[in-house]
């Protein structure tokens, strides 16, 4: 490719003629100089691509639900091979971007003042499952927290270092938002990491087998990505939580990642649900935690009340929140000099509600006396004079619900922390 045979890109040219319905193979070894051609392509090549074969036969025989037919292994092969196949080398230096290559003219001033220029800190350098790959190499954080979900099952350890990996100082940003993804590290997608890092914990091993320490190391820095998207996107400080892309589409009557024409802000059923999402799973993860340290149950009793009073203001503030009782549906509102105006667009941010909901163990409940007395305490009026009540929840409030199998005694079930209650 380069003239003068030196360079980091090289490229093999064959020109082959395939007959119509055959097949031509070229067998092919990356080797130093000279290698091949005192070596060429014995039967160690064969048998090399032959060991390979048996080997990932072997793992995924391992791996692979036993009940799936021939064709259906070689289909979640297939899927996992895609998984593996978009880990890719990631490489952004902030810092450096903004300053230029010292060898290199000046970069233009206007990066200085650009998209990414707050987040000098961020120093990527790793390998890292990437959306896809066909193009250039990017992740999405919250892309990412989701193909984490099947590669635990074939590499648990890379999965839990990539949700500690985000987590780390020279990715979250020092106010607590983590990056997006390269065009805009600053855009706004729903808090799944918190889910996924959740959801990895309890995957990859059984009860009393579980990395405690992978879910403690997630749990203190999600505490302070929470406290980023409290102080930051609930702007009147009424638990109704805007700004960004939320939705699973984006699609609405503004674009929600940018100023509103209109002036004013949005609060968002979908931005809202999100938050109330992520305060369930951080109070099981802290409920789960507080098995063997105490100091965790403060937590939980924090993240309990938080997801209390965002349930509430959703359902109940100015009359109604965002709910419309005569549609039956949950709108997002715009907030424009003090006045609300429901945006009546039905779409999958009236649906996000439903996500908000995680079941609580009576048996762990009962042996946290802290957060056992909290809970009761919340339950007879203690938050905003609001009672959760125990039957079910209450239409115009989230809250929690008993469930009792029959033939249990009367302290055994579980609790349904609920956030949409209409």
């Not at 031509?24 to 090549?45: H, I, M, Q, T």
């Not at 935690?289 to 959703?314: C, G």
């Not at 109940?316 to 997002?332: A, R, S």
Request: charged share 25%; glycine share 10%.
């Amino acid at each position: 490719m380069n003239p003068g045979q030196a360079g980091t890109k090289a490229a093999a040219l064959y020109q082959v003629e395939v007959p119509g319905g055959g097949e031509v193979s070229l067998r092919l070894r990356l080797a130093p100089l000279g290698l091949s051609a005192r070596k060429g392509l014995s039967k160690e090549f064969e048998q090399t691509f032959r060991d390979r074969i048996q080997e990932a036969d072997e793992y995924y025989a391992e791996r692979l639900p036993k009940n799936l037919t021939a064709e259906e292994g070689q289909v979640v092969r297939q899927a996992y091979a895609g998984l593996l196949w978009s880990k890719q080398f990631y490489h952004y230096i902030v810092q450096d971007w903004l300053e230029g290559d010292p060898e290199q003219p000046l970069s233009p001033a206007s990066r200085a003042s650009g998209r990414n220029a707050d987040w000098v800190h961020l120093y990527n350098r790793d390998v890292i499952s990437m959306p896809d790959k066909w193009e250039y190499p990017w992740y999405a954080a919250r892309d990412l927290a989701f193909h984490l979900i099947p590669f635990a099952r074939i590499d648990p350890g890379y999965a839990k270092e990539q949700l500690v990996l985000f987590l780390r100082e020279w990715y979250m940003h020092p106010n607590g938002q983590l990056p997006a993804y390269e065009f805009n590290f600053e855009d706004v997608n729903p808090p799944v990491h918190a889910w996924s890092c959740w959801r990895l914990y309890k995957m990859t091993a059984g009860r009393g087998q579980r990395d405690r320490v992978f879910l403690s190391r997630c749990f203190q820095k999600l505490v302070i990505n929470f406290t980023w998207w409290v102080n930051r996107k609930d702007l009147e400080g009424r638990n109704l939580f805007a700004g960004g892309f939320l939705g699973l589409d984006n699609i609405g009557v503004f674009d929600r990642s940018k100023p509103l024409p209109t002036g004013g802000h949005l609060q968002q059923a979908d931005g809202t649900a999100w938050m109330a999402f992520f305060c369930a799973t951080m109070l099981s993860i802290a409920l789960e935690l507080a098995r063997d340290n105490p100091a965790a149950e403060d937590m939980a009793s924090k993240f309990f009340e938080h997801f209390v009073a965002i349930a509430d203001a959703m359902n109940t503030q100015g009359g109604t929140g965002l709910w419309d009782e005569e549609d039956g549906f949950y709108y997002d509102q715009l907030r424009v000099d003090g006045r609300t105006f429901p945006l009546k667009v039905r779409s999958l941010v009236g649906l996000i509600p439903l996500l908000a909901v995680e079941v609580l163990d009576d048996e762990l409940i009962r042996g946290l006396r802290g957060f056992k007395k909290r809970m009761d305490w919340c339950r007879v009026g203690g938050i905003g004079g609001q009672r959760l009540g125990c039957s079910g929840c209450q239409a115009g409030f989230g809250g929690v619900a008993e469930k009792r199998q029959t033939g249990q005694k009367p302290e055994a079930g579980h609790r349904l922390a609920v956030g949409p209650t209409r």
